[in-house]
């Protein structure tokens, strides 16, 4: 299936996991990858960005264009997660946050609006369930996520007239490097893995590439008609009530 040959996407923190999935999937079927994050990226060709700035994420698109003549798909993968409570938490740590996880999409999506309405192109942004829930000590990685989602919904009103979609995925716990190094690391990695298989309806974590397939049919036409929707991809995780 080549549902995106000829067509240039985007994808910003797509060296590694779930960013570095979604490529690798868009790639596959067909579409012409570059992705963007501060260092250059071994697997795909890429521009450097500084998503905390607007002249950067500007600079970014225009060299994508540059390169490939035209952009097609915007994804934002790029992201960071900090743990504290909102008490505990430094007004500076706070603002990096939102930065990377919020104004960052935000500056991506300013950039490429004028591009994407050339092609009716589409917009992917990766979020979170904890922008629909939060785990104890996420107070700004929450908070970001849902503004994510919000501005993904406010995209969708806004743009949809001039041929422009913006969905969202949410996924869940997804077995990364990151959080795979991060089971590694504990006292009792085993146990931890059966618990957190069984926090979820399907019995076990997610894949990178379960997102990137989700992200993928959410930017090609065949979703034409689905815009402004955030898309859980969590094995069920936010439908299971907890025992009474």
């Known amino acids: 299936m080549n549902r995106f040959d000829g067509r240039t996407a985007l994808v910003t923190g797509g060296r590694s996991g779930i960013g570095r999935a979604v490529a690798r999937r868009l790639r596959d079927e067909g579409a012409q990858i570059c992705t963007a994050q501060r260092g250059a990226d071994e697997e795909f060709p890429s521009v450097a960005v500084d998503l905390s700035d607007p002249d950067?994420?500007?600079?970014?698109?225009?060299?994508?264009v540059e390169r490939f003549g035209a952009l097609d798909v915007l994804v934002n993968c790029a992201g960071m997660m900090q743990e504290a409570r909102v008490e505990d938490m430094?007004?500076?740590?706070?603002?990096?946050?939102?930065a990377?996880?919020?104004?960052?999409?935000?500056?991506?999506?300013r950039a490429a609006l004028p591009r994407l309405r050339e092609t009716r192109g589409s917009i992917v942004n990766v979020g979170s369930i904890e922008g629909l829930?939060?785990?104890?000590?996420?107070?700004?990685?929450?908070?970001?996520?849902?503004?994510?989602?919000?501005?993904?919904?406010?995209?969708?009103v806004d743009h949809g007239g001039e041929g422009i979609r913006c969905n969202a995925v949410a996924p869940g716990w997804i077995d990364t490097d990151l959080n795979l190094d991060f089971i590694d690391s504990l006292s009792d990695p085993e146990t931890f893995r059966r618990e957190i298989g069984g926090i979820h309806p399907v019995g076990r974590s997610g894949r990178?590439?379960?997102?990137?397939?989700?992200?993928?049919?959410?930017?090609?036409e065949e979703a034409g008609f689905?815009?402004?929707?955030?898309?859980a991809v969590d094995g069920g995780r936010m439908t299971q009530l907890s025992l009474p």
């Open 56 to 64: 950067s994420a500007e600079a970014a698109v225009a060299e994508v």
């Open 226 to 231: 689905i815009t402004g929707q955030v898309y």
């Open 100 to 109: 990377v996880n919020l104004t960052g999409p935000f500056l991506m999506i």
């Open 90 to 98: 430094s007004v500076e740590d706070w603002q990096r946050n939102l």
């Open 133 to 156: 829930g939060s785990n104890p000590g996420h107070a700004a990685y929450s908070a970001s996520k849902a503004g994510l989602h919000g501005l993904t919904r406010a995209v969708a």
């Open 208 to 220: 990178p590439e379960e997102v990137a397939a989700v992200v993928a049919f959410l930017a090609a």
